[in-house]
């Protein structure tokens, strides 16, 4: 009985060795093997300017307020061109012409800075006129006249209408909006830039 009790307790000590190798040697394959090199991933902030700008997205940087009187007049010929007669429309027109400069349109390229002398160049698109509409409650009708032998036209308001807000537009452009719209444009985007901590702004122009 001694001897069989002796074997007995010999086999659970190798077996219990055995787990224990195993064990042993499943913790030290686990750990992953040293590389002979390493890769670290570097971060690095990309200047604000560019988004900060685009935020302001469409600058509507002016407006003029315009007024015109449009005489619109539908000429007529009747019996073989011995009867002239005419439909005719005299509009005041009053509205505003709206221009400024799309930021929304701004590239990477077109923002330059120099993080360490604080300065920054920025090319901006050109100013655009952005609406021409008219002012509902203060346009209106200042005669209306249709000749007995002229037909009426029912459209002749809405040509108008349609002509003074061109002709408005024509106007603020002749008077100098997109000049003035780009001045505007330079002063707000430069006031924002050197906000942002730049303390030499260059505004150029595509």
Known sequence: MARHSTGAAGALLIVGASIAASVATTSFTARPAPSASATTTVVRATPNVLRSVQELARLESVTFHMERVIDLRDEQEHAFGLVHAEDSILLVAVG?????????????????????????????????????????????????????????SESLETRARAEAERSIAQGALEAGILDRAKTSAA????????????????????
């Not at 923002?111 to 952005?130: E, G, I, K, Y």
């Not at 942002?196 to 260059?202: D, I, K, P």
Request: charge should be positive.
């Open 187 to 206: 002063h707000t985007v430069g006031s924002l830039v050197r906000a942002l901590g730049y303390n030499e702004v260059e505004i150029r122009w595509r």
């Open 96 to 152: 505003e012409v709206i221009a400024g400069v799309d930021l929304a349109a701004l590239r990477p390229e077109d923002v330059t800075v120099d993080a360490v002398a604080h300065r920054a160049v920025l090319t901006l698109p050109s100013p655009t006129v952005f609406s021409a509409r008219l002012d509902g409650a203060r346009t209106h009708v200042h005669s209306r006249s249709t000749d007995v032998m002229a037909r009426r």
